[in-house]
């Protein structure tokens, strides 16, 4: 059995992020099943999960829903920079953001579980110089986020998770 790298595996999480702004509800509850999937393995594991993400770093982001007001907890590829963890909008290259993102610009204290840890942070969108440094310094690690770029014309945004607690 060939093992796939974290590049590929990022795309398949990409590519899950994509099904669900294009997809029919059916297909949302199947990406909503998977998502608590590695939720859970997650959990269990103290932040290691196998299969598809065994080689993708990873996090567990809680937002409160813009419009819901519920909590709503998805895994995120990340990366860091200094003390701040990185997380890019990406979906997939998809024309629009992601639903965690609203959240954050709604509210933007959220909570993060990375490894065994938990936490609460704040999340900043970056912009301009930093913005890009921070895009780039990511897509040289996982390239599938130029990728992303290419397939989209929105400007893809990028987040900056900082702790609080």
């Known amino acids: 059995m060939r093992r796939r790298s974290w590049k590929q595996h990022l795309s398949l999480l990409s590519l899950t992020a994509l099904l669900l702004w294009a997809a029919a509800p059916a297909a949302a509850q199947e990406l909503n099943d998977l998502n608590q ?35 709503l907890t998805r895994p995120l590829a990340c990366t860091t920079d200094g003390d701040r963890i990185v997380v890019i909008a990406s979906f997939g290259g998809g024309p629009k953001n992601p639903p965690w993102y609203h959240n954050l610009i709604a509210n933007p204290v959220a909570t993060v579980e990375l490894g065994s840890e938990r936490f609460r942070v704040r999340a900043a969108v970056t912009s301009g110089e930093e913005r890009q ?27 900056v998770l900082t702790r609080i607690d």
């Open 37 to 71: 999937q590695v939720i859970s393995e997650f959990r269990a594991n103290q932040g290691k999960v196998g299969g598809r993400y065994a080689n993708v770093p990873l996090l567990l982001l809680t937002t409160t829903g813009a419009k819901s007001g519920r909590a």
């Open 133 to 159: 440094r921070l895009f780039d310094r990511q897509a040289k690690q996982m390239p599938n986020f130029a990728e992303y770029q290419k397939k989209t014309t929105r400007q893809i945004p990028v987040i």
